[in-house]
């Protein structure tokens, strides 16, 4: 025994996916086969069944497909959360994740904003990666473009 949290999810394959999200990093699947990438993590292609498929690091970017703000869960963590906005995300290599969009009040989310990888430690020695708005302060954006938005003058 090394004292290693049993963590639901996790295992032997999943385990590189946990460690690089530990490390900042977002990992995909891609096929050999079909050069398709694929999301959340399979030990077989799900477009053309080859078991010839390897981890990649993704590049974190994405962008919102859906979500759905959660007011009521009774379930930890995340009873301690609510609300929050579980969200289905497309990644910029293409397979979509759910996964959590933070950082960004719900009147402001809106179909196909950028977002950018961030990784939320739990509680349970696990880190999780969620989403939250590109190209704002805090995320290390050297970006300084301001977009003056056209008032709705009367
Ligand atoms: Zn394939």
Redesign the pocket.
Known sequence: MTGTPATPGIDDFTRPYWEAAAAGELLIRR?A????PHHYPRDF?P????ED?AWERASGRATLYTWSVVHRNDLPPHRDRVPYTAALVELAEGPRMMTEVVDCPPERLAVGMELTAVFRAEGDGVTVPVFRPAGEPGQGQSSSRSHAQPGDRR
């Open positions: 096929c086969d079909c050069r398709k292609c477009h053309c069944w080859s498929v």
